[in-house]
């Protein structure tokens, strides 16, 4: 049982520190280039979906910062509710940021290789280093997301370990 916890802070922790190394990666990513005379400024803030993507890690970020504290305050007083609403809120988490990540990434797919039914052109060949930080930051979010999917696989066990095998929707020590 306490390597179990031990287990899920540490994957809780390593998770804050990918979905913030990847809010400030995304966030600080800014490039100049000359583009037809023209000084041109690109930033997240021209991709939708970045921007939205950036606002999931960092309040997915900061549940897992307050489950940290809600583990470190009340280790043993977690009720059957308690574990239904953390399994359920892990199960968000990692489907949201699955999905924003898909999104950004599917979006900065679009400025790598441009779009003339839609004129949009190609950033990378212009903005490179912007296109590393951002190729970057989504292979983060991908890791963050993996190391989400096990804290919400081990939420699971911690939840269902209470039940009756034998007993529909009953605990264990009322089964006796």
């Known amino acids: 049982m306490v390597r179990l916890r031990e287990t899920e802070v540490i994957l809780r922790l390593c998770i804050v520190v990918l979905l913030l190394l990847t ?10 280039e000359e583009v037809a005379y023209i000084h041109k400024k690109v930033t997240f803030r021209y991709l939708i979906a970045l921007q939205v993507g950036l606002y ?11 489950q940290l504290g ?13 574990k239904w609403l953390s399994y359920l809120l892990d ?41 590393f930080q951002i190729g970057s930051a989504i292979a ?20 269902f370990r209470l039940y009756s095998p034998k007993r529909y929707f009953q605990f264990k020590s009322s089964s006796s």
């Open 23 to 32: 809010s400030l990666l995304v966030g600080l990513s800014s490039e100049t």
């Open 140 to 159: 983060l979010n991908y890791i963050a997301v993996a190391l989400l999917l096990i804290l919400s696989s081990l939420s699971s066990f911690n939840l």
């Open 56 to 66: 999931i890690d960092v309040v997915v970020a900061a549940y897992n910062m307050v």
């Open 91 to 131: 199960q968000t988490a990692a489907y949201v940021v699955f999905a924003g990540t898909s999104a950004a990434a599917q979006h900065s797919l679009l400025v790598v290789t441009g779009s003339r039914e839609l004129q949009w052109m190609k950033w990378c060949s212009k903005f490179t280093r912007f296109c």
């Open 70 to 82: 809600f583990g470190w305050y009340s280790s043993e007083q977690k009720t059957s509710n308690s």
